[in-house]
């Protein structure tokens, strides 16, 4: 599976961004899907997930209410709306799948995206 992510940019703090990431090379929907992301000097973070189907979806707790992950599997892509951005989301943004039911540790994701750069202003 090879996975495109994009929709990164520079906004302000109380802005919008919609992530997007691409997947090809595989039946996608039966693969779940996690952002994560990775700030300068910190580790890498879960963010959000969603299943395969699509019917559950979970995140980390700064960001709910905040941010709403999607998948439109008829076009191999999940979304990450994140809204009400903080410059405490200021990172760059992975996406990563996995077969099966998602997880929280970045370890058991095989295939990752190239990451998108997102960054919050005050």
């Known amino acids: 599976v090879q996975l495109q992510a994009s929709g990164g940019?520079?906004?302000?703090?109380?802005?919008?961004?919609?992530?997007?990431?691409?997947?090809?090379g595989r039946v996608f929907s039966t693969y779940s899907v996690a952002w994560f992301r990775q700030a300068p000097g910190k580790?890498?973070?879960f963010v959000a997930a969603i299943n395969y189907?699509?019917?559950?979806?979970?995140?980390?707790?700064?960001?709910?209410?905040?941010?709403?992950?999607?998948r439109d599997n008829a076009k191999n892509t999940v979304y990450l709306q994140m809204n009400s951005l903080?410059?405490?989301?200021?990172?760059?943004?992975y996406c990563a799948t996995r077969e099966g039911p998602y997880n929280?540790?970045?370890?058991?994701y095989s295939y990752w995206g190239q990451g998108t750069q997102v960054t919050v202003s005050s």
């Not at 189907?53 to 999607?70: L, P």
């Not at 903080?86 to 943004?93: F, G, I, M, R």
């Not at 929280?104 to 058991?108: A, D, E, I, M, Q």
């Open 9 to 24: 940019g520079l906004v302000q703090a109380g802005d919008s961004l919609r992530l997007s990431c691409a997947a090809s």
């Open 43 to 45: 580790e890498r973070e």
């Open 53 to 70: 189907y699509g019917g559950t979806t979970y995140y980390k707790d700064s960001v709910k209410g905040r941010f709403a992950i999607s």
């Open 86 to 93: 903080k410059p405490e989301d200021t990172a760059t943004y």
């Open 104 to 108: 929280l540790g970045s370890r058991t």
